[in-house]
């Protein structure tokens, strides 16, 4: 007898990438962080709720610096506070070693009031006052200057000053990668960085100490790195031999990857992000086999943020409504808004339930608590079904995310550091009414009448 014809049905994937064993059919469950159950966390200290990681910020860091330490004899790294500026983060960085790395006077001040010599701040950023340069160069931090500007008003201080400033130029270049980062610093390759040399070596009261360099964002291969290194090397030599002047350190800045998943990548990031052993080969490749001499070896700086915290930081919330959309695709509403995961603009975020009994993935979107369209965590995830009240937890959340976090329809959550005995410790308390009470204040004709 003939078997009844079926027609085929073709259906849009939305979410998951099939290999050749099929979509995958479980989903990791994270029930605690650090050990730390995750139902213990939200019960003190509510949800949404950010939790860093101290073992996991010394494992990585230590990780980072015994890749470039066993290639290079002089290595130091500066914390990146645009990264995150929680005071309890940069103490830990600061713990293990690192220098502190700033673009604003709120962050430099940020900087002394945790302890850090004015010594060991390397001060980078566009937006540098008057003011600023004056309190940078009486602590005698380095002033990587940015701009023909910045560094005319500098001259101009240090012209009356009592101390020498300490400086570095930032230079852009080519190296292969587009789009080229050209707004920050002096180019290589038209002569404005030799400009920009030359004018400091004329001065009395300015020292040339070093070279700073930023090449981008994210970074998924090392090799413009080598390209950088290289010729950072190449112009320390050249400015050894124009003015007989040895620089003391060569900074690479930051910008490399974590294992975060961009929008659009056809493979996870925890797959493609280069290793700190990958980066540190074609730096430190790079400066050793430049022909600088052996005794006369730059310090290599390092500004690295992303790829150090990253890891660290999760974010708990919970589930508010499940919904149907249009197509029939199924949809949650979660505490999370892009106004706390700004990252999630960019980032395809790894999120799970912390507990599920079901074995059924079904393609959803995964929304925000927020009144605007755009507040979407994931657009399309294979996720199981959850009941309103249970929780979830991204992972990967450490960098940008409290430095760029917006006050927007809803209130700041807790942030909480589980240290590296598992005690947790309440680091940055949500805001309440209060919070903004504090800051504002009614024209005496717009006062409520019962104030």
């Given at each position: 007898?003939?078997?009844?014809?079926?027609?085929?049905?073709?259906?849009?994937i939305n979410a998951g990438i099939p290999d050749k064993f099929g979509m995958s059919s479980r989903i990791r469950?994270?029930?605690?962080?650090?050990?730390?159950?995750?139902?213990?966390?939200?019960?003190?200290?509510?949800?949404?709720?950010?939790?860093?990681?101290?073992?996991?910020?010394?494992?990585?860091?230590?990780?980072?610096?015994?890749?470039?330490?066993?290639?290079?004899?002089?290595?130091?790294?500066?914390?990146?506070?645009?990264?995150?500026?929680?005071?309890?983060?940069?103490?830990?960085?600061?713990?293990?070693?690192?220098?502190?790395e700033v673009v604003s006077i709120f962050e430099y001040e940020k900087a002394l009031a945790n302890g850090v010599?004015?010594?060991?701040?390397?001060?980078?950023?566009?937006?540098?006052?008057?003011?600023?340069?004056?309190?940078?160069?009486?602590?005698?931090?380095?002033?990587?200057?940015?701009?023909?500007?910045?560094?005319?008003?500098?001259?101009?201080?240090?012209?009356?000053?009592?101390?020498?400033?300490?400086?570095?130029?930032?230079?852009?270049?080519?190296?292969?990668?587009?789009?080229?980062?050209?707004?920050?610093?002096?180019?290589?390759?038209?002569?404005?960085?030799?400009?920009?040399?030359?004018?400091?070596?004329?001065?009395?009261?300015?020292?040339?100490?070093?070279?700073?360099?930023?090449?981008?964002?994210?970074?998924?291969?090392?090799?413009?790195?080598?390209?950088?290194?290289?010729?950072?090397?190449?112009?320390?030599?050249?400015?050894?031999?124009?003015?007989?002047?040895?620089?003391?350190?060569?900074?690479?800045?930051?910008?490399?990857?974590?294992?975060?998943?961009?929008?659009?990548?056809?493979?996870?990031?925890?797959?493609?992000?280069?290793?700190?052993?990958?980066?540190?080969?074609?730096?430190?490749?790079?400066?050793?086999?430049?022909?600088?001499?052996?005794?006369?070896?730059?310090?290599?700086?390092?500004?690295?943020?992303?790829?150090?915290?990253?890891?660290?930081?999760?974010?708990?919330?919970?589930?508010?409504a499940n919904k149907r959309l249009s197509d029939g695709r199924k949809s949650l509403v979660i505490d999370i808004?892009?106004?706390?995961?700004?990252?999630?603009?960019?980032?395809?975020?790894?999120?799970?339930?912390?507990?599920?009994?079901?074995?059924?993935?079904?393609?959803?979107?995964?929304?925000?608590?927020?009144?605007?369209?755009?507040?979407?965590?994931?657009?399309?995830?294979?996720?199981?079904?959850?009941?309103?009240?249970?929780?979830?937890?991204?992972?990967?959340?450490?960098?940008?995310?409290?430095?760029?976090?917006?006050?927007?329809?809803?209130?700041?959550?807790?942030?909480?550091?589980?240290?590296?005995?598992?005690?947790?410790?309440?680091?940055?308390?949500?805001?309440?009414?209060?919070?903004?009470?504090?800051?504002?204040?009614?024209?005496?004709?717009?006062?409520?009448?019962?104030?």
């Open positions: 007898m003939k078997e009844r014809y079926e027609k085929p049905v073709i259906s849009r469950q994270v029930s605690s962080i650090n050990n730390v159950p995750v139902q213990q966390i939200v019960e003190q200290y509510g949800s949404p709720c950010f939790v860093i990681s101290e073992q996991t910020i010394r494992n990585t860091y230590k990780d980072a610096y015994r890749a470039f330490s066993t290639r290079y004899p002089k290595v130091q790294f500066a914390w990146s506070y645009k990264t995150n500026y929680l005071d309890a983060v940069c103490q830990v960085f600061h713990n293990e070693g690192s220098w502190a010599p004015g010594n060991r701040i390397l001060f980078n950023g566009p937006e540098k006052s008057a003011d600023d340069l004056i309190k940078a160069v009486q602590n005698g931090s380095y002033i990587h200057i940015d701009h023909f500007d910045e560094l005319y008003t500098l001259i101009g201080i240090t012209q009356n000053a009592d101390k020498t400033a300490k400086v570095a130029i930032r230079i852009n270049m080519d190296t292969g990668v587009y789009p080229k980062w050209d707004r920050f610093g002096f180019n290589l390759e038209n002569g404005e960085a030799w400009n920009a040399i030359t004018r400091i070596m004329m001065q009395d009261k300015m020292e040339l100490v070093g070279l700073h360099t930023h090449i981008g964002t994210y970074m998924m291969t090392p090799d413009p790195y080598g390209v950088a290194a290289a010729k950072m090397s190449k112009l320390m030599i050249d400015i050894e031999n124009r003015f007989n002047h040895t620089l003391t350190y060569i900074d690479l800045g930051g910008g490399f990857a974590s294992k975060n998943t961009l929008k659009g990548a056809y493979l996870p990031g925890k797959d493609t992000c280069p290793s700190f052993d990958q980066y540190a080969d074609a730096i430190t490749n790079a400066i050793i086999s430049s022909g600088i001499d052996i005794d006369k070896l730059p310090t290599l700086f390092l500004e690295t943020g992303r790829a150090l915290i990253d890891d660290a930081g999760y974010l708990i919330g919970s589930v508010k808004g892009v106004n706390n995961l700004f990252t999630s603009f960019w980032y395809n975020h790894d999120i799970f339930p912390a507990f599920t009994e079901s074995k059924v993935l079904e393609d959803t979107t995964i929304y925000g608590p927020l009144c605007m369209n755009i507040d979407i965590i994931r657009e399309a995830i294979l996720f199981p079904p959850l009941e309103p009240g249970d929780n979830v937890v991204i992972e990967r959340i450490g960098a940008y995310n409290m430095t760029q976090w917006l006050q927007f329809i809803t209130l700041r959550p807790n942030i909480v550091l589980i240290d590296t005995k598992g005690q947790m410790h309440l680091i940055r308390k949500q805001e309440t009414i209060d919070t903004f009470k504090a800051q504002e204040q009614y024209p005496e004709h717009l006062k409520p009448k019962e104030i």
